[in-house]
């Protein structure tokens, strides 16, 4: 999923530091998603009743951000958390039982709508490259505050990771006006899924590691 950069304001030069997302900050950081993603057309899809979707994606982000560190996932955010990422690190192997019950309560926010993100994962989920990686599970920033470099902030401190450790990173996008953001920091397309009956399309991206040597594009 991704929110990053394509509406909003001003750009502005200077970047906010960035950090990984504190207890506390939860909730103002599930808000400010919920704005970046609300009429993102992957999640219009797995929520479609306008009335209760802010209030299930509220639901939904306050999960992922919760669960991120207890499934040794990285959740990097700026002050005030107008921009948030969420990764997960590479695996050595299938996700264990633990792992698996904990995407239960997931379903549950879902409700009718968990069969139809089930055919989507099952769609998607044969294309996800099995070489270990750095997956990006999601992208967000707050629309008032986009294009001010506060997405490539908080993407910066796991792509220094991959290329630090020689390890390639992944991500699904769902607008297409979001590839070239990605193309600016190494991430190609290396396949598309198109949702069946829908007008979704998801570009799958791939970036192999950058040598030390070599300037993060910012």
Same mark, same amino acid.
């Given at each position: 999923m991704?929110?990053? +950069?394509?509406r909003? &304001?001003?750009?502005?030069?200077? #970047?906010?530091?960035?950090?990984? #997302?504190?207890p506390?900050?939860?909730p103002?950081a &599930?808000?400010?998603l /919920? @704005? *970046?993603?609300?009429?993102?057309?992957l999640?219009?899809?797995?929520?479609? %009743? +306008? $009335?209760t979707?802010r209030?299930a994606?509220?639901?939904?982000?306050?999960?992922?951000?919760?669960?991120t !560190? =207890?499934? @040794?996932?990285? *959740?990097?955010?700026?002050?005030g958390?107008?921009?948030?990422a969420?990764?997960v690190p590479?695996r050595t192997?299938?996700?264990?039982?633990?792992?698996?019950?904990?995407q /239960?309560? =997931?379903?549950y926010?879902?409700g009718r709508r +968990?069969?139809? +993100?089930?055919?989507?994962?099952?769609? /998607?989920? !044969?294309r996800h490259?099995? =070489?270990?990686?750095?997956?990006l599970?999601?992208?967000?920033t707050?629309?008032s505050w986009?294009?001010?470099?506060?997405?490539s902030a /908080?993407?910066?401190?796991?792509l %220094?990771r991959?290329? $630090?450790?020689? =390890?390639?990173?992944?991500?699904e996008v769902? #607008?297409e &006006?979001?590839?070239?953001?990605?193309? @600016?920091?190494g991430?190609? #397309?290396?396949?598309?899924v198109?949702v069946?009956?829908?007008?979704? @399309?998801?570009?799958?991206?791939?970036?192999?590691?950058r !040598?030390s040597? %070599?300037p993060?594009?910012?």
């Amino acid at each position: 999923m991704d929110a990053s +950069a394509n509406r909003g &304001a001003t750009t502005m030069p200077a #970047v906010q530091p960035v950090h990984l #997302v504190r207890p506390e900050e939860v909730p103002a950081a &599930a808000s400010s998603l /919920v @704005r *970046a993603f609300y009429d993102d057309p992957l999640l219009e899809y797995m929520f479609p %009743e +306008a $009335r209760t979707r802010r209030r299930a994606l509220h639901r939904f982000f306050t999960l992922q951000l919760r669960q991120t !560190p =207890k499934e @040794r996932g990285l *959740a990097y955010t700026t002050e005030g958390c107008h921009s948030t990422a969420l990764w997960v690190p590479p695996r050595t192997g299938p996700p264990g039982a633990r792992e698996m019950i904990a995407q /239960v309560p =997931k379903l549950y926010i879902l409700g009718r709508r +968990a069969g139809a +993100a089930l055919r989507l994962v099952q769609l /998607v989920e !044969p294309r996800h490259p099995r =070489k270990p990686h750095y997956y990006l599970g999601g992208l967000g920033t707050d629309p008032s505050w986009q294009h001010r470099g506060l997405g490539s902030a /908080v993407l910066a401190p796991v792509l %220094e990771r991959c290329d $630090r450790e020689g =390890k390639p990173a992944y991500l699904e996008v769902s #607008v297409e &006006a979001n590839i070239a953001f990605y193309n @600016r920091h190494g991430f190609e #397309v290396i396949d598309e899924v198109s949702v069946p009956e829908t007008s979704i @399309r998801l570009w799958l991206m791939w970036r192999d590691p950058r !040598p030390s040597s %070599e300037p993060e594009d910012t």
